[in-house]
């Protein structure tokens, strides 16, 4: 069928189907303004940190150190705020305040990235590796800020970015949003994101095309750590406080939701409309299962599940498309 011949389609009808199947078990309760707007809320904490392991996918690479990274950005801006302004603080006089703590954040998440981006591509370790080991590397420099203990004591400001809304709209959705916008405009419209689709797809061809493919995966990496970085001011804002060991569970989501999106995680192949939808169809399922108060470990096994499952139907479409689109019918 047409209809199902691309990971979106079939994604919509999933995300569909959770919707109505999570609205038939508990109607009053997931279907009231209450839940919606607290779903509205709740997301963007990990739909974030999604997009940025979709830019890394992309180029057949994975970033592993976004939850270090977050939680690293998140302690240094409220360890500052904690420092220089004090929580009975006004609004406009905490601006300036929240102006250098949420730079210095999105600063150390590029940090955070560009060495990423070095060990990837100027030392040519496996991705996974090097993202899994620079990210235990960051949880240890937030923990030994912080004594492993959180750090909180901010002024009423700080919780808008998390819990505010803007024209009666939540203000992480509005951040997401903007977020998923710029990088879909970012993949599809410009020459950064048209290289890095072609080094996803063929490393070699795309280093025969005269691209600097160290520069790229560099901006690729320092990309993802910035978005880490808005992740954790999120985060911190959401839970009026910063502590290293926040969002632990968030790194399988993050993956689970860019394969389940489309994203192939050999590279090459990916959109964000289908990111933005299996954000949505997590959360249904995430809310639904958590309304039938089903346990945080049966939770997890079953998004490893999922992912597995989603893994090997996106393997088979992608081997036959592939088979389809050789010349001649040859397989390669």
Not at 252 to 269: E, H, K, M, S, T
């Amino acid at each position: 069928m047409k209809v199902l011949s691309t990971p979106e389609s079939r994604l919509a009808i999933i995300t569909i189907a959770v919707f109505v199947m999570m609205s038939a078990l508990s109607p009053d309760r997931f279907l009231s303004e209450g839940n919606l707007t607290s779903m509205a809320f709740q997301f963007p904490e990990f739909a974030i940190l999604a997009l940025a392991m979709t830019l890394t996918m992309m180029t057949g690479g994975i970033d592993l150190s976004v939850i270090g990274v977050a939680n690293l950005s998140a302690v240094v801006a409220a360890t500052l705020l904690a420092s220089l302004a004090p929580a009975g603080i006004g609004t406009l006089e905490s601006l300036p305040w929240l102006a250098l703590a949420y730079g210095a954040a999105l600063i150390v998440g590029a940090i955070a990235g560009a060495i990423n981006g070095l060990l990837v591509a100027r030392l040519a370790l496996p991705p996974i590796l090097a993202t899994l080991g620079s990210g235990l590397v960051f949880t240890g420099f937030a923990v030994a800020l912080t004594g492993g203990s959180a750090v909180m004591g901010f002024p009423e400001s700080v919780a808008w970015l998390g819990n505010g809304t803007l024209f009666s709209i939540p203000v992480p959705l509005i951040v997401f949003a903007a977020l998923a916008l710029a990088l879909h405009v970012l993949l599809t419209r410009t020459a950064f994101g048209l290289r890095a689709t072609m080094y996803g797809a063929n490393p070699l061809a795309a280093l025969y095309a005269a691209i600097d493919t160290h520069r790229l995966l560099l901006r690729v990496y320092i990309i993802s750590g910035a978005f880490a970085a808005v992740a954790g001011l999120v985060i911190m804002s959401r839970a009026n406080s910063a502590k290293a060991d926040y969002g632990s569970s968030y790194l399988l989501l993050a993956v689970l939701i860019a394969v389940l999106g489309g994203v192939n995680p050999y590279g090459g192949r990916g959109r964000v409309i289908g990111v933005v939808l299996a954000v949505l169809s997590m959360q249904f399922l995430s809310s639904g299962l958590n309304m039938l108060q089903v346990s945080n470990f049966a939770r997890e096994l079953i998004w490893g599940a999922l992912l597995i499952i989603v893994m090997l139907i996106n393997t088979i479409n992608w081997q036959r498309r592939h088979v389809t689109t050789t010349p001649s019918g040859e397989k390669s």
